[in-house]
């Protein structure tokens, strides 16, 4: 049973940075492809980024790309979510999630964080 959770949301105004970060308990977290998902109110959990379980291989939604990076530590069993030049649209609480593959459903995957919250003002 691995344990995820999140740290480092905020408040920040448009154009700001954040850096999420997802410590890992409980598990082998090499072993495991890891993602980060978001979710605003009234709408579906959606794909933010995933990275493989050795990092060779990231996936981030078109949404995003240009402006998030997701990488990982292993020896630190930590996920991050580097976020730039954020926008009020960004708004959202932000869940890690882990599984043995990376995927992009955030049903393919079986363990989750909390989550925290980003807001970021105009």
């Known amino acids: 049973q691995v344990r995820l959770v999140e740290s480092g949301g905020g408040l920040v105004q448009a154009g700001g940075s954040l850096r999420l970060a997802c410590a890992a308990s409980?598990?082998?977290?090499?072993?495991?492809?890891m993602g980060w998902f978001r979710q605003a109110p009234g709408n579906e959990r959606e794909f933010v980024a995933a990275?493989?379980?050795?990092?060779?291989?990231?996936n981030v939604a078109d949404s995003v790309k240009g402006r998030f990076t997701i990488s990982r530590d292993d020896a630190k069993s930590t996920v991050y979510l580097q976020m730039n030049s954020l926008e009020p649209e960004d708004t959202a609480v932000y869940y890690c999630?882990?599984?043995?593959?990376?995927?992009?459903?955030?049903?393919?995957?079986?363990?989750w964080g909390q989550g925290t919250q980003v807001t970021v003002s105009s």
């Open positions: 999630a882990a599984r043995g593959a990376i995927a992009v459903r955030p049903n393919d995957y079986p363990y």
């Open positions: 409980g598990g082998t977290f090499r072993r495991y492809a």
């Open positions: 990275i493989s379980s050795i990092g060779t291989m990231a």
